[in-house]
């Protein structure tokens, strides 16, 4: 049987071994942030014109109505005083006090789902303090008055961040969770979310950006992107992938599916189950993948004429030539979407009709309405990325990964960064995710144009934007479109493609409203029987009243989809391997381009 001082002995020995790892980390620590390589400051958060411009507001408001001041601040007071007084008396009884106006989470607030945020006095009277705060400053926001509706949304966004980023939880002394991790573990969940955090340090060159899958979990080509194809042509925009074919027959016109540069193409072919690759070579088409360069410094000046030269109509020749075919099908996912309607308004200038129809996944086209983004789209932001790519070349991956997530903070930074940091844990083996972080550069040329010309002046719609020399405009768009947006989706919200896609010049056009979000509401697979979605032929009443007029279809739109496809893909015929004579495969699927990681640019 152990002895006292065995077990001392044993817990000293743990202790050393910690303190000899934290050293070392502490080491490695230092050596992360020496290679720091900032974003430009101006991209950390709004100007301080706009909070000069509330507070203004705010204090001229009550200068003029001295009352409402003492009113709100003597609420704020009184509350936190009772809240001071409930502890106390928590304390003195022992047990949990439900003060009359004590602060609630919302229902579906799982910061505070460990049952300590209510039985202890101490957690209980942070928690409520926090929220009490939260609602004063929701409410000093809300009365800041005299503003646009522009600058209010900022303010009410940014005011946000600030309630997410100093909520309890995030700080290891006021989260339970952490806390009881720590003796559970004698400490060891700490060391190893130290060792997290430098693991992150190092794999993003002195940058905090949280890993959210563990990325030793996956390898392309052998648990995830592993439908059979070959990489037919190469240039230094993009590898096309052509996909082996799954049937004898297959329909005549190739389709050709131009997804996101901003992410990697391997979000539709995650898995087998799950994968739109497969499924779309298992319905009989010749499928063709565009897999984009992550750009490095040297891609400066690509803009996004030089995507539709050399990225969509360079695929599309290529791809005509190996199938011997004068038209093809082609879908464009997001970014790639508002390309698509680009290059067709081009093609239709030029009298080409290459492209036979067009689908898009979550595009946007007009920008006149910007929904959340719109605190990123203001000129002290885009005027700070202007800065950052002048000088990197660039607009690097972490930027946009941490603007993104930034619109879902508590789900994306904060609470995968208290899993990893304060608890210790390993980031889950999750495809979705692994997906997620290994994001793509843009070039600095191509990134501005895309902020300035058809972001902030809304081109594509008002007036016309340059495309190669040409000027082009939604109207030019007018050959078979479907469109497919999702309901819940916050990047491309659906009132938005709706309103956009109403201005296009075609007469055969599908619009449909998948459930769920900009990711989960494409990748639906039919055997999933997950998300249904919504659709209504009439197109010329406002969003709404479509929504409301719309039929509800159980299941996934992926069949609906492939029956208008399959009208615009003619006959069938023997199916084709990868490739031809002049073609060569020069890599099998999924290539080289998706492997290049931005951090290593």
Known sequence: MATQDDVASVELDKLNANLARVEELSKRLVNAFSKHNPANPSLGGPSPDLFAKAATSYWTEMLGNPGKLFENQLEYWGSSVRHYIEAQQMLLQSGASEGADAEKPGPTDKRFANPLWESNPYFKVIKEQYLLNARAIEKAVSEAGDLNAKDQQRLNYFSRQIIDMMSPTNFLGTNPDALERAVETEGESLVKGLENLVADLEANNGEIVVRLADEN??????????????????????????????????????????????????????????????????????????????????????????????????????????????????????????TLHLTLALLARRKDTSIKSATFFTALTDFSEQGEFLPFLEDDFIDGIEEEVQAQG?????????????????DLIYTPAIKSYMMGETPPAFDLLYWNGDGSNLPGKMAMDYLRGLCQRNEFIEGGFEVLGEKVHIGDVKVPLMSVTCKTDHIAQWKDCYRGFQMTGAKDKTFIVSESGHIAGIVNPPSKKKYGHYTNDDLSQGADDWMDGARYHEGSWWPLWEKWLRKHSGKKVDAREPGDSNHEPLSPAPGTYVRRKANDL
């Open 394 to 410: 660039i607009l690097r991956s972490f930027i946009l990964g941490r603007t993104m997530s930034f619109l879902r903070s508590n």
């Open 217 to 338: 979990a996956f390898e392309l080509g052998e648990n995830i992107a592993t439908t059979p194809g070959e990489v037919v042509f190469r240039n230094r925009m993009l590898e096309l992938i052509q996909y082996a074919p799954s049937t004898e027959k297959v329909h005549e016109i190739p389709l050709v599916i131009f997804p996101p540069w901003i992410n990697k193409f391997y979000i539709l072919d995650l898995k087998e189950q799950n994968s739109l690759i497969k499924w779309v070579t298992d319905q009989g088409y010749t499928l063709f993948v565009v897999s984009w360069i992550n750009p490095d410094s040297s891609y400066a000046d690509v803009g996004m004429s030089d995507y539709v030269e050399d990225g969509f109509l360079a695929a599309i020749r290529e791809i005509k030539a190996i199938t011997g075919q004068k038209q093809v099908n082609a879908v464009g996912y997001c970014i790639a979407g508002t």
